[in-house]
Nanobody
Framework: QVQLVESGGGLVQAGGSLRLSCAAS????????MGWYRQAPGKQRELVAA???????NYADSVKGRFTISRDNAKNTVYLQMNSLKPEDTAVYYC????????WGQGTQVTVSS
């Protein structure tokens, strides 16, 4: 079992920045990759960014150059630094971990005002 706890969401003006954190606990040795997804009202959940245990990253085209995913292995935490935020980035952001199963956090709201 893997438990994920997100933090760092909130309300920010367009052009601003936020940093999301996701702390993992439990069977963290089994995790192959972690990522951030988001779901806006009326839309499907989409992958925002992911990072493998080896450190490889990938991003959605819509966030490339603005968002950065990173990990602190000592703290078992993954971060999503979000810069130059746009109103269309408004969504609930979920942390996810891939092991034998997929695990999800509870989600954190990010609201970007215009």
């Amino acid at each position: 079992q893997v438990q994920l706890v997100e933090s760092g969401g909130g309300l920010v003006q367009a052009g601003g920045s936020l940093r999301l954190s996701c702390a993992a606990s439990g069977s963290i040795f089994s995790i192959n990759a972690m990522g951030w997804y988001r779901q806006a009202p009326g839309k499907q959940r989409e992958l925002v960014a992911a990072i493998t245990s080896g450190g490889s990253t990938n991003y959605a085209d819509s966030v490339k150059g603005r968002f950065t995913i990173s990990r602190d292995n000592a703290k078992n935490t993954v971060y999503l630094q979000m810069n130059s935020l746009k109103p269309e980035d408004t969504a609930v952001y979920y942390c996810a971990a891939r092991a034998a199963f997929d695990y999800w956090g509870q989600g954190t709201q990010v609201t970007v005002s215009s």
